[in-house]
């Protein structure tokens, strides 16, 4: 990543022409007739219908296009940003906003990539949850205002209850119940986002003590804290789905593996997802979800704006309806998209809260109280190096 | 058409097509060796070549890579020679190159869907014998599709390269006597395809081998079937070519250009290794006919052609109609072979994305496909009026762009873009669409142009008509047919670019195609199946109306129904 910092410094700064975020009025007629290119992946029916949601109401409201850039990896938007950069195309990027977290987040703040900061002054930053939950903080990266939240996610697993009947409280019953039912889990193939998330989940649940992992990965701390993760892999792959000879390329393929009777257990990031899922038809009726004992990991999905959109205020606008009670709400009914709210209840007038209250979870969500609290992400370091030993071991392997 | 215009359009196509080519390949070349000044690099060296031979996967997916390309060719071949051998001539010939034609236009990624959807553990096959058959009441846990022989891979590559071959020697037979050699062979006491092999394979082959070489260096290097169908650990090279060019790591990218040279190299090598085999084939071919068998096993070997032939076709039809019933699926469990429900939930839901990638898809395809005509014609005419006759050379240019494999050209290509600031939108990907069209489209309608009777024209001209006039008023309504095809099958081509739209669009521009791939990326096959059918459709509906308007118009014009 350190090729990013050096054409950060390479190429010329830019004067910010765009409207300042604390004057939001100015910034809501700025915005008005502007269209803006939101990339994000692209690979879930549910979430690019909510997108296309998003965008009738800033149409309606604001006056804002939105357009759904549907991507198979966020990486990309990343890149195309970059390639601007180099060619010095400095004032109208391709990309006004990115579905972004982690590593990704992590390389654009670094290298100077990103607009802002302007997610603390949108008007609707008032009514976030602040203090319970992990908006400002990605991957223990701070954000310092340069993302703006607007989803939760936590891992849970989603479980056929025609074949399983208990849920499982540990990695390790994991991998004793695979060993017991060989070829009936599996988990998207790192470098997917949520194939890594699977194996931080593993580390941070069989290691003793997981709080070395919020620091940076040293070259002399990195070898012995994973070894008992690629222990486990050693033990479990040959009992994955096709012996782990192949893997889902996302989360939300395992979904007809698992209603083709080909799985009866995985690995997902949005506690609501399998109630939506149900709803569509996608999963069995007889689906359920836990969590581990100690917790699993949990992060908050964030939007930021590169440095050279050309829409900033319309993009704004879009991460601030994002925040809106009404947003929220949709996104948490599992119905539509079940991704948990990034909102402080206590902060909300009565009748938006109505509208949380209001909703039925689903079948298969978790209460907030089920859930408990999450884990937190382990630094990023972690995730790249673990990424690519992963491959190394399981990824070129015949 | 200006008269000054015309004799400067044959080199102004070839511009278009291999221009593009060779500015991309340029454009990689130098940061494959290291040298990228905007990011910091300064070349020449060759760490980005060390760091590729350094990635564990390297051999395998550079094997997968030749194996693929190397296995969906000849099985191919095989296929179509033993069926053309076998039965051209006969009623069953007729009804399998009909059935065939529209096959070629569909995108190879919807036949890819379908063919998943149908041979997978849970697929359909699997669902239509379970469980009174098999007693599976859940699927074997089977590594059928992404196995790392990349079997299934070929197979979603043959079973859309034989209609392609097909095709290709159907028109080849044409010209090659088939008919009075075929006669004498049979007199001779030859059996059918014995003796076809003997007599007529040679020439047809000759004629036919461009195509062929087109087939393996695709086969080598396709991106979007070998995302659907292919291994992944690891992936065919091509794929790990795209994932390198698209990571946030700059290092990576170099790495890529790298890894896009060396697939050039990898294609050149395999078509060295097919020339070799050609030239040992011929060889033990002579020995072959000098020895005089007639055949003997012939009866069966033809039988066993046209199962093959059969289950080709029926394979991509079959995969369609299990696209179809997905896009209508309410939920649907494992054994059974028809949903448990049906729904138009996912034609309302998917509608007004589907509508709006329909119309990007259009503009696009027709626009490259209208410019890749009137510069084909251009050429044509010219041809006929200067005789500027292509030699051997201008064919082997025109199926260049063909053979150059598109991850070697397209990210270089990207960067000049970006460099000229033209960054995005339709415009640029129109052009390079246009790289891949222009050739199908020349090779289409070149054929049928030149066969038209000149004494048509020479009559136009008695009665005073211009060149011009002739071309205008007698020769293109002549060949509207032809025309027509030319330009289906230049829309076909356009429908199904993946790579193109991706690269040079930088993702503002979403075709069915993109779209397609993007949500296959989540695996809902509902989505996968509304998608794959529109896609279909997209490139089917300009083909029927290519054989529609023709006969509307000609309706009391029987002689020029059929060009």
């Known amino acids: ?398 | 058409m200006k008269r000054r215009l015309l004799p400067a359009l044959p080199t102004l196509t070839i511009l278009a097509m291999l221009g593009p080519v060779a500015a991309g390949l340029y454009w990689k070349i130098l940061p494959a060796f290291g040298h990228f000044p905007a990011a910091g690099a300064y070349g020449p060296n060759l760490d980005a070549f060390r760091a590729i031979f350094a990635w564990p996967g390297f051999s395998e997916a550079a094997w997968l890579s030749i194996r693929t390309g190397l296995i969906a060719t000849s099985i191919s071949l095989m296929i179509v020679v033993l069926l053309t051998a076998g039965w051209s001539g006969t009623r069953a010939f007729r009804v399998l190159e009909r059935a065939l034609s529209p096959l070629l236009s569909v995108p190879h990624a919807a036949a890819a869907f379908g063919l998943a959807f149908l041979i997978a553990p849970s697929g359909w096959i699997a669902r239509l014998i379970s469980p009174w058959l098999t007693g599976w009441e859940q699927p074997l846990d089977l590594l059928i599709i992404r196995d790392p022989l990349c079997i299934t891979l070929a197979l979603g590559l043959i079973i859309k390269e034989v209609p392609f071959l097909l095709l290709m020697t159907i028109a080849a037979l044409s010209q090659s006597d088939a008919h009075r050699k075929m006669a004498v062979a049979q007199a001779l006491g030859y059996g059918r395809i014995t003796g076809w092999v003997k007599v007529v394979f040679p020439s047809v082959y000759a004629q036919i081998r461009l195509p062929v070489y087109v087939v393996l260096a695709y086969a080598m290097t396709v991106v979007d079937v070998a995302l659907i169908l292919g291994p992944t650990t690891p992936p065919p090279l091509s794929v790990q070519i795209v994932n390198w060019m698209s990571d946030p790591d700059l290092m990576l990218r170099l790495q890529g250009a790298s890894a896009a040279l060396i697939q050039l190299i990898l294609v050149i090598a395999a078509l060295g290794f097919w020339r070799m085999v050609e030239a040992l084939a011929a060889r033990l071919g002579r020995i072959w006919i000098q020895k005089g068998t007639r055949g003997q096993n012939d009866t069966i070997i033809r039988n066993a052609a046209l199962v093959l032939g059969v289950t080709t076709a029926s394979a991509v039809f079959l995969g369609i109609l299990i696209l179809t019933l997905w896009s209508f699926a309410g939920f649907w469990s494992f054994p059974n072979a028809t949903p448990d429900a049906f729904t138009l939930r996912n034609w309302q839901r998917h509608g007004p994305g589907v509508s709006d990638a329909v119309w990007e898809t259009a503009i696009i395809a027709l626009t490259a496909a209208v410019i890749a005509l009137v510069l084909t014609i251009g050429c044509l005419e010219a041809e006929h009026r200067y005789h500027l006759k292509m030699g051997k050379g201008g064919v082997w240019l025109l199926y260049l762009p063909l053979l150059i494999p598109q991850v070697a050209f397209l990210p270089g290509l990207q960067t000049l873009f970006i460099n000229m600031g033209a960054a995005m939108g339709r415009g640029p990907v129109i052009l390079a669409h246009l790289i891949f069209v222009l050739p199908y489209v020349y090779l289409s309608l070149a054929d049928p142009f030149r066969a038209w009777d000149a004494r048509m024209g020479t009559i136009a001209t008695a009665l005073r008509a211009t060149p011009d006039g002739v071309l205008w008023r007698v020769r293109l309504p002549m060949l509207l047919r032809p025309i027509l095809t030319a330009l289906a099958v230049g829309i076909a081509v356009s429908v199904g670019q993946y790579l193109p739209t991706l690269l040079i669009g930088g993702g503002r521009v979403t075709t069915l195609t993109t779209e397609a791939l993007a949500i296959a990326s989540g695996g809902d096959r509902r989505a996968i199946g509304v998608y794959g059918l529109m896609q279909t459709f997209a490139a089917l509906v300009p083909f029927t109306l290519a054989i529609l308007i023709p006969a509307l118009i000609w309706r009391n014009r029987r002689g020029l129904r059929h060009g």
């Open chain 1, 1 to 398: 990543m350190k090729y990013l910092a050096l054409i950060a410094a390479l190429a010329p700064s830019v004067a910010l022409a765009d409207t300042n975020p604390g004057d939001w009025d100015a910034v809501v007629k700025a915005a008005n007739g502007q269209t803006v290119y939101w990339h994000a992946w692209g690979g879930s029916t549910q979430t690019n219908d909510f997108i296309a949601w998003v965008g009738d109401r800033v149409q309606a409201e604001y006056g804002v296009t939105l357009e759904h850039v549907k991507l198979t990896d966020t990486a990309d938007a990343v890149t195309r940003v970059l390639s601007e950069k180099q060619a010095g195309q400095n004032d109208d990027s391709a990309v006004d906003m990115i579905w972004i977290n982690g590593a990704n987040f992590a390389a654009m703040k670094e290298a100077d990539l990103l607009f802002g900061p302007f997610a603390e002054q949108l008007p609707n930053w008032a009514l976030v949850d602040v203090d319970g939950k992990t908006v400002q903080t990605d991957f223990t990266v701070p954000t310092d205002g340069m993302e703006s939240p607007w989803a939760m996610a936590q891992v849970v697993f989603d479980y056929d209850t025609a074949d399983i009947s208990e849920p499982m409280g540990s990695m390790r019953e994991i991998l004793d119940w695979t060993a017991a039912n060989p070829g009936r889990f599996t988990y998207p193939q790192p470098p997917d986002f949520l194939g890594t998330t699977f194996l931080k989940q593993v580390l941070v649940d069989i290691l003793d003590d997981p709080s070395v992992l919020s620091a940076e990965a040293t070259d002399a701390n990195y070898a012995a804290t994973t070894a008992p993760l690629w222990d486990y892999l050693d033990k479990l792959t040959p009992n994955l789905w096709r012996q782990g000879q192949a893997y889902p390329p996302t989360g939300t393929a395992m979904f007809p593996l698992i209603s083709d009777g080909e799985l009866d257990l995985s690995i997902s990031f949005s506690p609501g997802a399998a109630s939506a899922a149900i709803a569509n038809f996608e999963l069995p009726e007889t689906v359920r979800t836990f969590v581990l004992d100690k917790g699993t990991i949990g992060n908050a999905s964030f939007v930021a704006v590169p440095y050279n959109s050309g829409s900033t205020e319309g993009a704004m606008i879009v991460a601030n309806f994002l925040l809106s009670p009404e947003a929220q709400a949709r996104a948490q009914d599992p119905n539509l998209l079940g991704y948990g709210t990034v909102l402080n209840m206590d902060a909300l007038t009565d009748m938006d809260r109505a509208k949380f209250d209001a909703l039925d979870l689903g079948i298969a969500t978790l209460s907030p109280a089920e859930l408990g609290t999450a884990v937190a992400e382990p630094h990023p370091s972690w995730m790249t190096r673990i990424a690519e030993d992963w491959t190394a071991r399981y990824g070129v392997a015949q």
